[in-house]
């Protein structure tokens, strides 16, 4: 089972074919399909794909990715295939084209296997809320993966495809990351193109990968980062090179103090911390807490804001325009209600009826506005926080992965994002890294937040901070 794109290069520089290594995770994608991670499978354009990017290789003039398979969460239009955002109302709708990072990926002759299970539209933080059932997580199926990119994760956990992408609007790529063991990065806002990605919070959206390697998460961000005509918010900054870790900088790190005061974290997610925090400060890493008195603030700003841009976006989802029209309905009126109604799951329904509320005529000034100027300050404060320091520690979850409808009320759930909110927020990166091991058996991440753009450093503070904790 090829985990890597290192063990991928190695393969073929051994004889293998890309048509081989494809057909290997096509059987591992069928033999593992209890897990539900992924919603379809595109056996036959990954194949043609393969068999072009074979006759590349063996011609000399194959792209940087030759050979990876990656999979796709189902909210990433990809020209030709179904997308459905894991959602009744775009059951058999199929995309139109195909999105830029995906573009950019299959230009460098990755290989795209199909689309992969995520909470609908987006929302949630367990990979449940799928109109097409649950994802379990590889390493204990009694678990759920994470979400709301559960299927991309547990996708390159059980090693059913070289990577994967997903989206990251709360931390839906960093939580499921630390919940299955794998590598989970959300770039600056801005720096990879969401054209193509179906939107949930469009000022809080990233697409991010998830791999089974640090050089494998830098690789992609260099491919799919940069400028994009299609959309007017991806950076015209300069894309690094992300994959090549050359520092031997000693970083000042600040640990947020708050963030081990949150009620119901584990001990042992906070001994983990202690442990990343001693091995920087004995490799000469300057470690120090910082107050951030706002964290009890941010998951509530997060879903304010959030749902008033969710209950914008969706209303394109009308039963006239796009998707899922009820046929049961007479009239205009009845069709917008009927069609919503079925088409849409619960979790979407309660976010889009509070986004609604909050946008509502005698409630916007109290609680969109309120919570616009709350997110200002707290990029003031985190902005001041990497005046003075290069990188921000913190657990990625509160505990490893919880059950199966283990987390009944919706208030709890959201508290799951406890940990990851700030980053989009703030539009700052951050990337889980798979260093924690729980008694339980289970992974759980530790975080790396960066200043703006600075994902380059935050790649060579991970590369370090990894081998400084390992060893």
């Known amino acids: 089972m090829l985990r890597t794109y290192a063990e991928v290069k190695q393969a073929i520089s051994s004889g293998d074919t ?67 955002a894991a959602s009744k109302i775009l059951f058999n709708f199929e995309s139109l084209f195909t ?43 009694t678990k759920v993966p994470g979400g709301s990119s559960g299927g991309s994760a547990a996708a390159v956990a059980a ?160 039963g006239v325009h796009f998707g899922h029209r009820s046929e049961s309905a007479k009239g205009v009126e009845e069709t917008y209600k009927k069609s919503r109604s079925e088409g849409f799951g619960p979790e979407v329904q309660r976010r889009i009826m509070a986004g609604t509320f909050v946008l509502s005529h005698g409630f916007y000034d109290a609680y969109y506005t309120k919570g616009q100027k709350v997110r200002r300050v707290l990029q003031n404060k985190t902005n001041d926080i990497f005046k003075e320091y290069d990188m921000i520690l913190l657990p990625t979850t509160p505990t490893p992965a919880f059950g199966i409808n283990a987390v009944k009320d919706p208030i709890s759930m959201y508290l799951q994002d406890i940990y990851t909110v700030h980053a989009n927020l703030t539009g700052n990166p951050a990337i889980s890294l798979p260093l924690g091991k729980h008694s339980n058996g289970l992974p759980f991440g530790i975080q790396v937040i960066a200043n703006h753009f600075k994902e380059k450093e935050m790649f060579e503070f991970s590369n370090i901070l990894e081998k400084t904790v390992t060893n």
């Open 159 to 318: 090693g059913l495809c070289t990577a994967s992408l997903g989206s990251d609007t709360g931390g839906s790529i960093r939580q499921p990351a630390s919940f299955t063991g794998t590598y989970g990065m959300k770039p600056t806002y801005g720096r990879i193109s969401r054209h193509g990605l179906i939107a949930y919070a469009s000022s809080f959206d990233q697409i991010g990968p998830f791999t089974n390697s640090l050089e494998d998460n830098a690789l992609l961000l260099e491919i799919m980062a940069g400028t994009d005509d299609f959309d007017s918010t991806a950076s015209t900054k300069p894309v690094e090179k992300y994959a090549q870790f050359q520092s031997d900088k000693k970083f000042k790190v600040a640990v947020i103090k708050e963030s081990y005061e949150v009620e119901g974290i584990d001990a042992e997610v906070k001994a983990a911390l202690d442990g990343s925090i001693e091995a920087l400060k004995s490799a000469g890493h300057s470690v120090e807490f910082v107050s951030f008195p706002y964290l009890d603030y941010m998951v509530p700003t997060y879903y304010v804001l959030t749902t008033a841009e969710a209950s914008s976006n969706l209303s394109r989802f009308d």
């Open 99 to 141: 999105g830029t990072a995906v573009e950019r990926l299959i230009a460098e002759d990755a290989i795209i296997i199909g689309r992969l299970n995520c909470d609908e539209f987006a929302m949630g933080s367990s990979n449940e809320n799928s109109a097409f059932g649950p994802v379990l997580n590889p390493i204990d199926k």
């Open 18 to 84: 890309v048509m081989s290594i494809l057909e290997g995770y096509l059987s591992a994608i069928e033999a593992n399909k209890d897990l539900n991670a992924f919603l379809e499978v595109f056996e036959e354009s990954a194949r043609a794909q393969a068999k072009l990017v074979d006759e590349k290789i063996i011609n000399g003039n194959a792209g940087r990715l030759a050979g990876m398979v990656i999979g796709l969460k189902d909210n990433m239009c990809y020209k030709g295939h179904n997308v459905s």
